[in-house]
């Protein structure tokens, strides 16, 4: 009996730290869309919204942080049941990390003047929707467990590498060409990066649930398919 409640224990927790984690990805989700949807209309009331979200987003990292530590020190998990509380452990952390880039986009809504004078205005919400995106299918493929959707979100961070060289490229040519916009164009450009940084982090969580559900690397995966 005591085995049985140990086990129902441990499921228990386990439960309990994917849905912290899969609200972590939502709110982190909805504070990417409406940090550009703020920046794209100027809309400072929003943005406000999505900072002050922020703190949610920190709160709920410190929880996961509490019981992942709880169930290693209790529980006692061994192979693939340690495997899952290390991710979500490392996930919770690189969630909040989106959360903060998002964060940063929304900070930046107040300091963009002539906004339809910017033609990467057209393209950073396409490059962030790709990149949501993949924060969104990260969030499934970890409750899931899907390796094969995980590796698939890592061959989606060429296409918003890609946006972001051409928006660079984009920006550094309308600061060249009118030098009054410069503060306003490298502001976009900040945004950009986190953009690509919050792709980068979707691709880190999605390498995490791979080994989470196989117990191997894609790393490991594409040098032995190489070989």
């Known amino acids: 009996m005591a085995s049985e409640h140990t086990v129902k224990a441990f499921d228990e927790d386990i439960t309990r730290l994917r849905g912290l984690i899969a609200e972590m990805g939502g709110l982190a989700e909805v504070s990417l869309a409406e940090a550009m ?5 100027g809309n400072s009331e929003l943005a406000n919204g999505v900072i002050a979200r922020d703190k949610r987003i920190d709160s709920l990292e410190a929880e996961v942080d509490k019981l992942a530590i709880r169930v290693i020190a209790l529980r006692a998990p061994m192979a693939d049941d340690l495997r ?16 903060d880039y998002a964060k940063n986009i929304a900070k930046s809504v107040d300091k963009i003047d002539g906004r339809k004078k910017f033609e990467p205005l057209t393209l950073i919400p396409a490059m962030a929707e790709v990149a949501g995106g993949m924060v969104h299918d990260v969030m499934t493929a970890f409750a899931a467990r899907d390796s094969a959707l995980a590796a698939d979100i890592v061959a989606r961070d060429d296409k918003v590498d890609a946006f972001y060289n051409s928006i660079f ?7 060249i060409e ?8 490298a502001e976009l450009l900040f945004v950009a990066r986190n953009i690509e940084r919050i792709g980068d982090h979707a691709t880190n969580v999605a ?20 070989a």
């Open 37 to 41: 949807e703020a920046l794209v209309k």
């Open 84 to 99: 899952e509380v290390i991710a979500a452990l490392k996930i919770a952390g690189v969630v909040e990390r989106i959360g």
């Open 169 to 175: 490229r984009n920006l550094v040519s309308h600061m």
């Open 178 to 185: 009118n030098p009054s916009s410069i503060s306003s164009a």
């Open 207 to 226: 390498e995490m649930v791979h080994y989470a559900a196989t117990g191997s690397y894609l790393t490991d995966r594409e040098d032995t398919a190489g």
